[in-house]
């Protein structure tokens, strides 16, 4: 089993470009999630799926959008890349939505200029 | 607002001394509280404690819950050089759906 799996590793763009975070999990887990995690201050929640065909705003969901492709798979989308928005972007899956711990991707790093 | 905080946000230490890293929390209707270790990568689980299961042990890191208290402690014993890494706590509330709310992390470097 791989796990959680996110494409790219690493990514640079330019204000206002646009770009979509592969995520995809192995697991037959039901609930997925972004977050975001900047220095000094832990991990946020950008949008979560609990379960396929259902998505919900997170913590700090301005500037993104997701789609729960299948059970599988999540994506996170930024439609107009902003600097604020460089972070390193995690996708992770449980496998209910409560009471299960999560399971993590190695992350994507992203650096807008 | 659910509010997770740790302490100390960075903490140095010797091979072989113990540590002990805090959390404490604001959080609505209680569910569970999970401690990830962070290498270079991706979080890994280490614990969930939940009110039928304040006290987990796995070799040299314990981890106990104050529900009084609304804290936990992660203890490490006999700390080695492969435990250093970024410490991270975080807490489920009831809120209709499964979300974790993470404290900042404690950094932890252990030196030979």
């Known amino acids: 089993n791989a796990g959680v799996t996110q494409t790219p590793k690493f990514q640079v763009l330019k204000t206002g470009q646009s770009m979509t975070l592969q995520c995809a999990q192995d697991m037959n887990h039901n609930s997925m999630y972004w977050y975001r995690q900047d220095p000094g201050m832990g991990l946020r929640l950008i949008y979560y799926s609990a379960s396929e065909g259902t998505t919900d705003k997170g913590e700090v969901p301005n500037g993104y959008n997701v789609s729960r492709l299948n059970k599988r798979e999540f994506s996170l989308r930024l439609e107009s890349a902003a600097p604020s928005q460089t972070s390193v972007y995690f996708c992770?899956?449980?496998?209910?939505?409560?009471?299960?711990?999560?399971?993590f991707g190695p992350g994507t790093r992203l650096t807008v200029t | 607002e659910d509010k997770v905080v740790q302490s100390p946000l960075s903490l140095v230490v010797h091979e072989g001394d113990t540590v002990t890293l805090n959390c404490s929390y604001e959080?609505?209707?209680?569910?569970?509280l999970l401690w990830y270790k962070q290498e270079k990568k991706a979080p890994t689980f280490l614990f969930m404690l939940t009110s039928s299961g304040i006290e987990k042990k796995s070799g040299r890191l314990s981890s106990i819950l104050d529900k009084k208290e609304l804290s936990s402690i992660l203890n490490i014993t006999a700390t080695q050089t492969g435990d250093s890494a970024i410490y991270l706590c975080?807490?489920?509330?009831?809120?209709?759906?499964?979300?974790?709310?993470f404290g900042q992390g404690t950094r932890l470097t252990i030196n030979p």
């Open positions: 975080a807490v489920e509330g009831i809120q209709g759906a499964q979300k974790l709310v």
């Open positions: 959080v609505t209707n209680f569910r569970s």
């Open positions: 992770a899956s449980s496998e209910a939505w409560q009471g299960n711990e999560q399971y």
